[in-house]
């Protein structure tokens, strides 16, 4: 069965600093790969997807995402954190059904 | 342009009393999901509908029952509410895109539901 693993539950960065938080996938093919943040007390937005073409995608607020399929890999990064990404990240695959798997979450804290 | 609403963004409840929970869309689309999201574990689908009339179960759909009257809403109900169903209630829509799967899914802003 498919599966997704956000190996950090949390991550502390510091303003300005680099960001990158992981996700791996288990499935025989390449997935439909999502990136969703969380505020608090929000419901989920979308950051960022891929299923074909580029591996390397744009989303918002300066996030990006590499798909690595020699890794099954789908890592979401940011080159200077700002206060306000603060939140709750998840990695989510689809299969090609109408279910869509998400990953236990990574919450980002960021330090002054 | 409400987008998803959810009806009500908190209740408590006691063991054994029965509540519904409405999901609201104006996007017209066709896939609705009633998720629950509990620390630690991500959001696991309890129930969805491809359209109107038609539901199925998700990955926990034990203690709970959903209705579709309507393309532009989704009721979750408990029967007898459980304190393990102490959770918060997500509901996400998503337009179908010819046999595809590539759509975002639009979330509502969610309902906290404690059981005592």
């Known amino acids: 069965a498919q599966s997704v693993t956000q190996p950090d539950i949390h991550i502390t960065v510091s303003e300005g600093a680099s960001l990158e938080l992981r996700c791996n996938y288990s499935?025989?093919?390449?997935?439909?790969l999502f990136w969703y943040v969380q505020s608090p007390g929000q419901g989920l937005q979308l950051l960022l997807k891929?299923?074909?073409?580029?591996?390397l995608v744009q989303g918002i607020k300066g996030f990006e995402a590499e798909f690595k399929r020699s890794q099954s890999s789908f890592n979401l990064r940011k080159p200077s954190v700002h206060w306000s990404d603060a939140a709750e990240y998840f990695c989510?695959?689809?299969?090609?059904?109408?279910?869509?798997?998400f990953g236990a979450g990574t919450r980002l804290f960021v330090k002054a | 342009n409400a987008g998803v609403t959810q009806t009500p963004k908190f209740r408590v409840l006691k063991t054994g009393q029965s509540m519904t929970l409405l999901c609201a869309q104006d996007?017209?689309?066709?896939?609705m999901y009633w998720y629950r999201q509990d620390p630690g574990m991500g959001l696991r689908l309890i129930h969805y509908?491809?359209?109107?009339?038609?539901?199925a179960k998700g990955e926990v759909p034990d203690g709970y029952n959903v209705s579709r009257l309507k393309k532009q809403n989704f009721l979750l109900g408990l029967e007898s509410a459980a304190p393990s169903q102490t959770s918060v209630y997500f509901c996400?829509?998503?337009?179908?895109?010819?046999?595809?799967?590539?759509?975002?899914?639009?979330f509502g802003p969610g309902t906290r539901l404690l059981v005592l």
């Open positions: 989510a695959v689809n299969t090609g059904g109408f279910k869509t798997i």
């Open positions: 499935y025989g093919a390449t997935p439909y």
């Open positions: 891929y299923f074909s073409g580029d591996t």
């Open positions: 996007m017209n689309h066709e896939y």
């Open positions: 509908s491809v359209g109107e009339g038609t539901t």
């Open positions: 996400a829509t998503m337009r179908a895109s010819g046999g595809t799967f590539q759509e975002t899914q639009y």
